[in-house]
């Protein structure tokens, strides 16, 4: 990551013009560890920088899906954990690496996501 006037990769707070909102899922299990329901709850909702970084189309049998990847950067934050959803215009993208701390500076928090889109046409 290049680092230039002690912004990652040229960003500023200015650059935080997406509303995301962050979630967790809090499963409740019996005492034989199965499933009893799964509640979700918003842990925050912050402004954050999302950059698309890459995208793939799968048309292997039956496993048709589309995958994009997001890098998102947003002020920064500890409560963000690994098995977070976020919610960015209406599009759930799940976390594929904990958040880390961008600069070592506590200036940004950044974390790369993947939305997957499953292909509802079948042959």
Known sequence: MKTVGGFIANTSVD????????RNYVTKRNERGDILNSVEFERCKVWAKILPITARISDVQPERSNKVSYRVTIRYREDIKPDDEIIWRGRRLKLLSPPFDAESRRIFTVFDCEEVIEDEQSP
């Not at 650059?15 to 962050?22: A, M, N, P």
């Open 15 to 22: 650059d935080l013009s997406e509303r995301i909102s962050v």
